[in-house]
């Protein structure tokens, strides 16, 4: 089946910096790749989600980039603010198919002021 | 996201009972899921349902069963609950023609 690894399981950044976290799938047939954003006590929210047939997505200060040959994509932020702080969860649909979501173990991003 | 509740928010339980956690939503998505957080292993999915009476496995399904009887609700039911099971669980829905997932708040259980 479907697996996703995730990398680093934390990442600190001083404010102002940009943070990088990456992700590789196993399965071929996936086309979709979602970002969760997941802040303290709350319910994970999708950030930003990427297709098979994009290389690259962003919006604002967040993108996404995907290398399918190599089987991974990428979350990056620039100019980290404080409310980034959250856990991180990439995700790929195993056979490409419709729901069924299986997610990375998640990134912890600290933005220090 | 007032479209998707979860119920109970919060439960303590013990070992041996039994436990249904419930997901309303409102939003009429045909498929709905459940997922359990645990630290260190993220999200990982328990069972999902792609219609009424129609579920499938996931990854942890091992203890668990579902029930879908409405388009709106979808059951989680612990037959006989073990404290390997005390976990933050997530229920989610999905519109059709879309991957997006929107969770619910979460329910916490605490099996002693």
């Known amino acids: 089946g479907e697996n996703v690894e995730q990398h680093p399981s934390t990442l600190s950044v001083q404010e102002g910096d940009s943070a990088v976290i990456k992700c590789t799938y196993s399965?071929?047939?996936?086309?979709?790749f979602p970002w969760y954003k997941q802040e303290l006590g709350k319910r994970p929210q999708l950030i930003i989600d990427?297709?098979?047939?994009?290389g690259e997505k962003k919006d604002q200060r967040i993108a996404v980039t995907l290398n399918k040959t190599a089987k991974h994509f990428s979350l990056h932020i620039t100019e980290t603010q404080p409310e980034d702080s959250a856990v991180y969860f990439c995700?790929?649909?195993?056979?490409?198919?419709?729901?069924?979501?299986?997610f990375g173990k998640g990134t912890k991003l600290s933005v220090k002021p | 996201d007032a479209g998707i509740t979860q119920s109970p928010r919060h439960k303590v339980t013990e070992t041996g009972t039994p436990v249904t956690l419930r997901c309303h939503q409102t939003?009429?998505?045909?498929?709905m899921y459940w997922y359990r957080q645990d630290p260190g292993h993220g999200l990982r999915l328990i069972h999902y349902?792609?219609?009424?009476?129609?579920?499938d496995k996931g990854e942890v399904s091992d203890g668990y069963s579902v029930s879908r009887s409405k388009t709106e609700d979808f059951l989680l039911t612990l037959e006989s609950a073990t404290s390997s099971q005390t976990s933050v669980y997530f229920c989610?829905?999905?519109?059709?023609?879309?991957?997006?997932?929107?969770f619910g708040a979460g329910s916490r259980l605490t099996v002693l």
């Open positions: 995700a790929a649909n195993p056979g490409g198919s419709q729901g069924n979501l299986i």
């Open positions: 399965d071929s047939a996936s086309n979709y």
């Open positions: 990427i297709r098979s047939n994009v």
């Open positions: 939003e009429n998505h045909r498929y």
């Open positions: 349902s792609y219609g009424v009476k129609d579920t």
């Open positions: 989610a829905s999905q519109g059709p023609g879309a991957n997006v997932l929107t």
